[in-house]
């Protein structure tokens, strides 16, 4: 009997070419084949009749060819065609005419007289009914026919070389000489439904459906709950980290929310309260701040900032590019100057304390507070009490992790858009000893499936109530061809005294997209809106040129900008109220919530433009979500719907595993359960030491010099 293992080229049975092709697909063991779930099954029990219109929905039908032709048109293109009749054909039955356009391979497969199965959506194309580029299967009369035919038969990721068919005959032989002890079942008792063997068996051969549905739950709960117990772990070795209590009195952070022109909000002060919580708990804080574009999470950030200072101990900020560095650094220097709190900023163009800021020259246009001598009186009594050595806030990008910055005493670690930053940047701040407190934020809200995932393992705070002096955003999809219409709406907004942005995906003009180019109609823009003022930013212009064009554009020199998305995050310019985005249909949703959170940030009502040149029903389910909300926490679940799991899971960066059978949408209720349970295990028993949980110790994988705190 097989172990599970075993390499596949230790059996004879299976040719060279064919290892290799299950090399490209990942699959080198026995476990790996095994587990390389089908992507679908087709019931060939019974087929339906051929259809005499056309489907949305695509169907699987059974017929023999009849006929093979091959059409040419423009020079070398051509379109292979199989006409198919299904069995037992009377008077009525009409023939289906499968196409497959410019693949020559598949004409050297299917000849006349050959029985084929094949899944597609039928459509209507003149009289005739045909199917387009059909999956497709040539079933033989062989001893093996009844592992493909008159049975539920499974579908599966493939790659050249290596049919359906030949992958079927694989994993069925495979599966009649496994050792079924090998195949070990890692499921808690109230999780558990069978054995992991049988499942595994039933999700590529089912008896029925619904032993294909219990085998699937089974699988599912199996991949969701390892995952579960190594983002556990991540908590507990987190919780573990020799770390200490970093939270003053909060006398620095009363007085700074004294000062505040506004009121915090309810939603701010309870994160707040969270986070005062966890600084001043024995083990590291390790908590992500979420919250919609200008829901302030800046200022809670501060407030974490002075309990940390307060208690004597150093701060970093980090932002990913040197103008939100910059920016940031900005606006706590006016917060707390007052406060007598000492800031130093690195970025890779700038690491000198006492310099003048390229961007943040104090000048008339940015209208900065000067802080008078009276304020600084009033904070005195504070800040006598606080070490004024230990007091210092380091601002930052990525310089803040190299040469030239030295923490003597680092409480806090304040990580802003984390997501752009690698695991690796990010551990070489927060894996210290004694370990700082972390504090991550993002202005992506993530749907409620992903806080169980990529971060499971930190506690999250929401700020889900925005300023009440915010203005409002209104959102409109438009076709290009209405470009001249919404040029005339763009001089008027500018004739009233309000900027703009112009947004495109792309900064020069490629042969292989048709996406309009920022560079290129940047000249069209500067004769469409004179008089008045344009520039070009984007991010290959050298450090110091886009710093100049981002202080005009602040300051009102420049009236109009016309960018890439490098205006995408932490640009914050309150009379800049209208947004056009040219070729919207190739951003994606999220990061077009995000480029629409450039704009609404003063008290003027604030106008997206979402122009169209493709659209797609896809393209315009995307943009319609904008149209409706701008809601971030409903873009991002609107995100995850049209999107997939996939692509938002981000495994690779985040150290978890990938999913072969769980689908985040489909299987959330599952995830819980399997997360209760974990969390159940590791809270009673969190290094795995008692008989029944010791099994679980081999999903728990940790790479050397990674501690588990670290999370993407």
Not at 384 to 413: C, K, Q
Not at 439 to 444: I, K, R
Not at 473 to 488: F, G, W
Not at 575 to 584: G, H, P, Q, W, Y
Request: proline share 5%; net charge neutral.
């Amino acid at each position: 009997m097989l172990d599970t293992s075993e390499p596949l080229e230790t059996l004879n049975w299976v040719p060279r070419p064919r290892l290799l092709a299950l090399r490209r697909l990942g699959i080198e063991t026995v476990e790996d084949l095994l587990t390389h779930y089908p992507r679908r099954h087709e019931d060939r029990h019974q087929f339906p009749r051929f259809p005499r219109e056309e489907s949305d929905v695509p169907m699987c039908l059974c017929g023999e060819v009849t006929k093979t032709s091959i059409r040419r048109f423009g020079g070398w293109k051509k379109i292979f065609e199989a006409t198919l009749q299904e069995p037992n054909a009377d008077a009525l039955s009409q023939p289906l005419v499968c196409r497959w356009f410019n693949l020559h391979y598949v004409q050297k497969m299917i000849a006349t007289g050959q029985q084929l199965v094949v899944f597609g959506k039928p459509r209507l194309r003149g009289k005739r009914i045909c199917m387009d580029h059909p999956e497709f299967e040539v079933i033989e009369n062989d001893e093996e026919i009844s592992i493909h035919l008159r049975r539920i038969t499974p579908i599966y990721p493939a790659t050249e070389g290596l049919s359906q068919r030949a992958l079927r005959s694989m994993i069925y032989r495979l599966l009649q000489s496994v050792d079924c002890e090998s195949v070990e079942t890692l499921l808690p008792g109230e999780l558990r439904t069978g054995e992991r063997s049988e499942a595994i068996r039933a999700i590529h051969f089912p008896d029925d459906w619904d032993a294909l549905t219990a085998a699937r739950q089974h699988l599912v709960l199996t991949e969701f709950f390892a995952m579960q117990m190594l983002i556990g772990s991540r908590r507990v070795q987190s919780h573990a980290r020799a770390g200490g209590a970093h939270c003053g009195q909060g006398d620095l952070l009363n007085e700074f929310v004294r000062r505040l022109p506004f009121e915090l909000t309810a939603a701010q002060q309870k994160v707040i309260e969270e986070i005062r919580r966890d600084l001043a708990a024995p083990h590291p804080m390790n908590r992500l701040l979420q919250g919609d574009v200008g829901s302030g999470k800046t200022v809670v950030a501060i407030a974490a900032i002075l309990l940390a200072v307060e208690a004597g101990y150093d701060a970093a900020f980090m932002a990913p590019t040197q103008i939100l560095a910059e920016q940031h650094y900005d606006v706590l220097r006016r917060w707390l100057d007052p406060l007598g709190v000492r800031l130093s900023i690195r970025t890779a163009a700038r690491r000198d304390e006492s310099a003048p800021l390229p961007l943040f020259a104090e000048t008339e246009c940015l209208g900065r507070a000067r802080v008078s001598r009276a304020s600084r009186r009033d904070a005195c009594a504070i800040q006598s009490e606080v070490d004024a050595a230990a007091r210092h806030v380091f601002v930052g990008t990525h310089a803040l992790l190299y040469e030239g910055v030295s923490f003597s005493n680092l409480g806090l670690v304040v990580i802003d858009e984390q997501h752009k930053f690698g695991v690796a940047q990010r551990a070489r701040l927060t894996s210290r000893a004694p370990a700082p407190d972390v504090l991550v934020m993002t202005a992506t809200p993530i749907p409620r499936t992903l806080t169980m995932t990529v971060y499971g393992d930190l506690d999250v705070s929401t700020i889900d109530e925005m300023p009440r002096n915010r203005g409002k955003i209104i959102t409109a999809l438009r076709e290009a061809s209405k470009l001249a219409e919404v040029l005339t709406f763009l001089r008027t907004q500018l004739e009233a005294g309000r900027q703009l942005y112009v947004v495109y995906p792309l900064i020069e003009e490629s042969d292989k997209l048709t996406a309009k180019a920022a560079a290129v109609e940047y000249e069209r823009w500067r004769e469409r809106l004179q008089p008045f003022s344009c520039e070009l930013l984007h991010g290959q212009l050298p450090g110091l040129e886009k710093q100049e064009i981002m202080e005009r554009f602040r300051c009102g020199q420049t009236q109009a900008l016309i960018s890439t998305t490098v205006i995408e995050v932490g640009v914050d310019v309150p009379n800049a109220t209208v947004m056009l985005i040219e070729n919207a249909e190739r951003f994606g949703l999220a990061q077009l919530h995000q480029l629409r959170g450039r704009i609404g940030r003063g008290r003027h009502k604030s106008y997206c433009i979402l122009l169209s040149s493709e659209p797609s029903a896809d393209a315009g389910a995307k943009l319609d979500v904008l149209e409706k909300t701008t809601n971030g926490f409903a873009v991002a679940e609107a995100d995850l719907q049209l999107r997939g799991s996939g692509d938002l899971l981000g495994t690779a960066q985040s150290g978890l595993p990938g999913l072969k059978i769980g689908d985040l949408r489909r299987d959330a209720d599952l995830m819980r359960r399997a997360r209760a349970a974990a969390m159940s295990i590791l809270g009673d028993d969190p290094r795995l030491e008692s008989a029944a949980n010791q099994r679980f110790r081999r999903l728990i994988v940790e790479q050397e010099n990674r501690t588990f705190a670290n999370v993407s």
